[in-house]
């Protein structure tokens, strides 16, 4: 049997959000209308095969959080393995959509294609983009060769790795930075760019295990992430280490990977009590260049919000 079917999971978002009049493009409510009705408002969805729809969470966004990550990770993986299904296409909200991205490539690292989308304008909008997002997804999802973890807004493809929320408000909030996007769909059709994205297999697989068994409960590693500006300080970091209980830091660092002095006399402090430290910056586009004498790892090309994710999965692997 050809595999046909896509599964389409909602998490909540402004995709599926309300406002009391369909003029308030910001006046609204995440997350109320539900992955079944959604879907039941695009009856051209089913043109192609057939589509089922399952709620996973009904969450703004900003709330993602560790359970629900895991409760993703086990439906994604659950379809994944039906042998009837080409590919999956998940409703989220454009805030965090990013993190849940690069966390369900690194977990998941699936050989069907898994593909994020979102929309910029509540579902009780005038013009709401959910639902040709939603079309735009399905078409991703369903183009043979497909794989990887990818999003789609606005008519553009992201790899999971590059993808990041650039805009507050307008329809076309992502960018691939510098990487260029995957692909551009166009009436239904996608025009490929790149190849699609694959993460690390064993890895994967060792992240998965120590996932399905922590669930939504304590013992997810703690990383957080520290900025450094002019005029930073250690004071973060010192409070952080007083209290105890982190695992990781993040530095969201100027430029190519660089920290004020003060705020790395308190990183090395941190690094000697055994946290690990890792170097991403907060430029949009380009990636940490390794330089000698660098004194913590860098990110391997991931921005901040990344990173911490990324390094959460190593400290739960090793
Ligand atoms: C959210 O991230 O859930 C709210 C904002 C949005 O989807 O654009």
């Not at 690069?102 to 690292?109: G, I, L, S, T």
Request: hydrophobic share 45%; net charge neutral.
């Amino acid at each position: 049997m050809k595999p046909q079917t896509i599964v389409i999971l909602g998490t909540g978002g402004t995709i599926a959000g309300r406002a009391a009049r369909p003029s308030e493009a910001l006046a609204y409510v995440a997350a109320q209308v539900g992955i079944d009705q959604l879907v039941a408002d695009i009856p051209s969805i089913t043109d192609n095969g057939p589509v089922e729809t399952e709620q996973v969470s009904q969450i703004d966004s900003k709330d993602m959080g560790f359970a629900i990550w895991a409760e993703l990770a086990n439906r994604v993986n659950h379809h994944l393995a039906r042998a009837e299904v080409q590919g999956i296409v998940i409703t989220h909200g454009t805030d965090t959509l990013e993190e849940t991205a690069y966390f369900v490539h690194a977990v998941c690292n699936p050989d069907k294609p898994v593909v994020l989308t979102c929309a910029m304008r509540p579902a009780t909008a005038l013009f709401p983009d959910g639902p040709q997002n939603v079309l735009d997804a399905v078409a991703v999802a369903r183009h043979s060769g497909a794989r990887g973890v990818v999003a789609v807004c606005a008519g553009v493809v992201h790899s999971a790795l590059d993808v990041q929320k650039t805009h507050t408000y307008q329809l076309d909030a992502f960018s691939s930075g510098d990487a260029g996007p995957t692909a551009y769909v166009e009436a239904g059709s996608l025009r490929l760019l790149r190849n699609w994205p694959s993460a690390q297999e064993e890895r994967a697989i060792a992240a998965m295990k120590t996932i399905a068994k922590l669930g939504a409960g304590p013992g997810w590693p703690r990383v957080e992430i520290v900025m450094s500006h002019a005029g930073a300080s250690g004071a973060l970091v010192d409070a952080l280490l007083v209290q105890g209980g982190v695992q990781g830091l993040v530095v969201a660092a100027t430029g190519n990977g660089t920290i004020h002095h003060a705020l790395e006399a308190a990183l090395l402090k941190a690094r000697d009590a055994g946290v690990r430290v890792v170097r991403s910056t907060r430029c949009l586009q380009g990636r940490v260049l390794a330089t000698p004498g660098d004194i913590f790892p860098d990110s391997g090309g991931l921005g901040p919000v990344k990173a911490r994710v990324a390094l959460m999965l190593s400290l739960m692997v090793l």
